[in-house]
């Protein structure tokens, strides 16, 4: 599964298959590769694995690719460059600025009663209040997405984000 994943994502690369941002490969209708720093990318892909286990709504979680290319500009000493990736399901669904009336009501509603969760697992959900780390798919389902910053944190820290959760919901 992982080696034909790997075919395809430099092919992905090649072509140029971005998605939504340049730091994000299409693989198919169905699977994203996000690149970043090796730190980044171990940390996002761990945090998904727990969080979904732990019954957060969030995208499937794949693996992680390390794929070594040699420099493109072909500058000597020919060094090759390592990117990695973290695989994930793709979300079929619109971000909270495309919605409106009860869809809308609906997924700050979800995004709050997830968010919940995650802050009683003692984890603060940096960024995930942006309305674009959440989508809304099918059957009206919400997701969180975006977890590169999402770290364990002290009480104080988990009460501010509550306090801030509160204010950016209904
Ligand atoms: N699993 C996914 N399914 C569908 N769309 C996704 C998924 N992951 C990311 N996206 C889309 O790509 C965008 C950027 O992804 P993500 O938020 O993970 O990257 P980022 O590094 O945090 O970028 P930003 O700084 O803009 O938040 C998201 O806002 C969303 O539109
Ligand atoms: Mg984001």
Redesign the pocket.
Known sequence: MMKHLVRKLRKAILDERT???D??YLINEKV?A?S?SEKDVRH?YKMAKYLRKKGIS??RAYGLIKIDFLDAKLIPPFKPVTTWFFL??????K?IKELQGAELKSALRQRKRELEKVLELGITPY?AL?E??S?LGKNNKL?L?????WRKAPREKLDAFYLNLLQYSL
């Open positions: 998605y939504k941002k730091f994000i994203l996000k970043g996002e969030i995208p994930m399901e793709k979300i079929q669904g971000e960024d942006y674009r780390n989508l997701y997405i975006d977890f590169k910053s």
